[in-house]
């Protein structure tokens, strides 16, 4: 299995537009963070987790021309953008079309029926985006290609919840500001961990550094990546140095092979 990270940044991304700080102005590539997405590739299966609005270019980086399946954590624009872009991945083999399956939970699957809902009208307009939407059920595991994927509920604020997913050894988590104890249960084991932290101070709708670290040291993974990061973490290269040993900062392009 193997763990890719497309971009871990806020919905802002990093440099945030405009802005002067030591962060937004630094030529390390680490501190340069694309919208948060992942790609999962499990043997011949690849998955991408979330399609900002980087999504395309995310994928022209990674050189990706084939995905199985999208899978949404909640509706918010920055993990959801991108989805007008699977076009390119329906007509790479024109005559034959592929079918991008997106799954994502009740709310999230209506929100794309509503904003993409040129790709889902009577008469499509020629070109459109070709997608069948998968609802899962988050109180159960599901099944893509054969390959049994977990679901794991996050308060991101009173009104959403994101969805986490786990694959075997491996959890990712975005945009959580909590979790349950019976949905933390749900992660024993997991020997890679992916989990949010916006910045080192508190905010409502998503997990400081210190709140992951907290679920980190219940859930003890062998390693654990934050990802989803605003400027205010400071310049990678120095904030890792607080971080504790098998937790790090995860990177635009840092992959993880387990
Ligand atoms: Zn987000
Ligand atoms: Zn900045
Ligand atoms: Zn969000």
Same mark, same amino acid.
């Given at each position: 299995?193997?763990?890719?990270?497309?971009?871990?940044?806020?919905?802002?991304?990093?440099?945030?537009?405009?802005?002067?700080?030591? *962060?937004?102005?630094?030529?390390?590539?680490?501190?340069?963070?694309?919208?948060?997405?992942?790609? *999962?590739?499990?043997?011949?299966?690849? /998955? *991408?987790?979330?399609?900002?609005?980087?999504?395309?270019?995310?994928?022209?980086? @990674?050189?990706?021309?084939?995905?199985?399946?999208?899978?949404?954590?909640?509706?918010?624009?920055?993990?959801?953008?991108?989805?007008?872009? +699977?076009?390119?991945?329906?007509?790479?083999?024109? %005559?034959?079309?592929?079918?991008?399956?997106?799954?994502?939970?009740?709310?999230?699957?209506?929100?794309?029926?509503?904003?993409?809902?040129?790709?889902?009208?009577?008469?499509?307009?020629?070109? +459109?985006? +070709?997608?069948?939407?998968?609802?899962?059920?988050?109180?159960?595991?599901?099944?893509?290609?054969?390959?049994?994927?977990? %679901?794991?509920?996050?308060?991101?604020? @009173?009104?959403?919840?994101?969805?986490?997913?786990? /694959?075997?050894?491996? !959890?990712?988590?975005?945009?959580?500001?909590?979790? !349950?104890?019976?949905?933390?249960?749900?992660?024993?084991? +997991?020997?890679?961990?992916?989990?949010?932290?916006?910045?080192?101070?508190?905010?409502?709708?998503?997990?400081?550094?210190?709140?992951?670290?907290?679920?980190?040291?219940?859930?003890? %993974?062998?390693?654990?990546?934050?990802?989803?990061?605003?400027?205010?973490?400071?310049?990678?290269? @120095?904030?890792?140095?607080?971080?504790?040993?098998? *937790?790090?900062?995860?990177?635009?392009?840092?992959?993880?092979?387990?």
């Amino acid at each position: 299995m193997k763990l890719t990270f497309l971009g871990t940044g806020t919905s802002q991304g990093v440099p945030v537009i405009g802005c002067q700080c030591e *962060v937004c102005r630094s030529n390390d590539r680490r501190d340069k963070r694309l919208r948060t997405s992942a790609m *999962v590739e499990i043997g011949e299966s690849r /998955f *991408v987790i979330d399609a900002g609005p980087d999504f395309r270019y995310q994928m022209l980086r @990674e050189g990706v021309n084939r995905l199985d399946a999208i899978l949404l954590t909640h509706m918010h624009k920055d993990h959801t953008a991108g989805i007008d872009d +699977v076009r390119a991945f329906n007509f790479v083999d024109y %005559p034959t079309i592929h079918t991008m399956h997106i799954y994502g939970n009740e709310a999230t699957i209506k929100r794309i029926e509503m904003e993409y809902d040129y790709a889902f009208a009577q008469n499509k307009y020629r070109g +459109v985006p +070709v997608i069948e939407l998968h609802t899962i059920n988050e109180a159960h595991p599901f099944e893509v290609n054969g390959i049994s994927i977990v %679901p794991i509920i996050g308060e991101h604020s @009173e009104r959403f919840r994101s969805v986490g997913y786990r /694959f075997g050894d491996l !959890a990712y988590l975005t945009d959580f500001s909590a979790i !349950a104890a019976e949905e933390e249960a749900k992660l024993e084991g +997991v020997k890679v961990l992916v989990i949010n932290s916006l910045r080192w101070e508190k905010h409502d709708s998503h997990l400081s550094v210190e709140e992951a670290l907290e679920i980190i040291n219940r859930v003890k %993974p062998e390693r654990a990546y934050l990802t989803h990061m605003s400027h205010g973490i400071g310049l990678h290269a @120095e904030a890792e140095k607080r971080l504790p040993k098998g *937790v790090q900062f995860a990177y635009d392009g840092l992959q993880v092979e387990l």
